[in-house]
């Protein structure tokens, strides 16, 4: 499988492009914001000659939903996600206002909902949806046993894991359900944030702050 990570907004919110030998593909958070992240996501996906299967969102938090309308538009894929995270989508333009802008297009619907091991494929690939509430109630992380990694989104980072004082966040929760259901795996998983670099599930066990 191969792993193309953008980053992308003012937040800045990695975007990963999954695909494989087939050329069918994956887009995980498209965050772009901006017209020409909008164009630099559209140009790789096209020059690649690039099927796109399957957008996927780790959560709905304003940062990781801003390309869905672009994705839609551009691609005929509507993202899918938990419905737990659904109401975020509503108070999206409230959002962005809170920070000191608008959005340029309105959130679409979702076009899926997804659950704690749902199975997503695309060519020869699959991913699983692992649930992990704490940041947000419908956090999904996105578990490729195949090629030895994981898309954590906000759940967990190199050294860190993510906030949960927003709407619908759990701290406890968060740790707890970060060690029964991601520290289970194998340490050498490596994992893909929603930003930041990527870690592995070893190292995070061993350093990260949160869990000592």
Not at 13 to 25: G, I
Not at 41 to 69: A, E, M, Q, R, S
Not at 163 to 187: Q, T, W
Request: one cysteine or more; charged letters at 20%; glycine letters at 8%.
């Amino acid at each position: 499988m191969k792993i193309k990570r953008f980053e992308f907004n003012m937040f800045p919110v990695n975007c990963y492009v999954l695909s494989d030998e087939t050329q069918e593909a994956v887009v995980i958070d498209p965050g772009c914001f901006y017209d020409e992240e909008k164009q630099t996501l559209k140009n790789y996906i096209v020059t690649n000659n690039l099927t796109v299967k399957h957008l996927l969102n780790t959560h709905l938090h304003l940062d990781h939903i801003f390309g869905n309308p672009f994705m839609l538009k551009e691609f005929g894929v509507q993202a899918e996600a938990n419905q737990e995270d659904e109401y975020w989508l509503e108070s999206a333009p409230k959002q962005s206002r809170m920070f000191g802008f608008q959005l340029k297009e309105e959130p679409v619907p979702l076009g899926k909902y997804l659950h704690d091991g749902d199975q997503i494929t695309f060519g020869h690939t699959t991913l699983e949806a692992i649930h992990v509430p704490g940041h947000s109630p419908g956090s999904l992380v996105y578990y490729c046993k195949q090629a030895g990694c994981l898309f954590s989104g906000d759940v967990l980072f190199q050294g860190s894991i993510g906030r949960a004082d927003l709407a619908g966040g759990n701290f406890d929760e968060l740790k707890e359900n970060i060690c029964s259901r991601l520290f289970v795996l194998p340490n050498e998983t490596i994992v893909y944030p929603g930003h930041g670099a990527p870690t592995t599930i070893g190292i995070e066990k061993a350093e990260n702050p949160f869990f000592r």
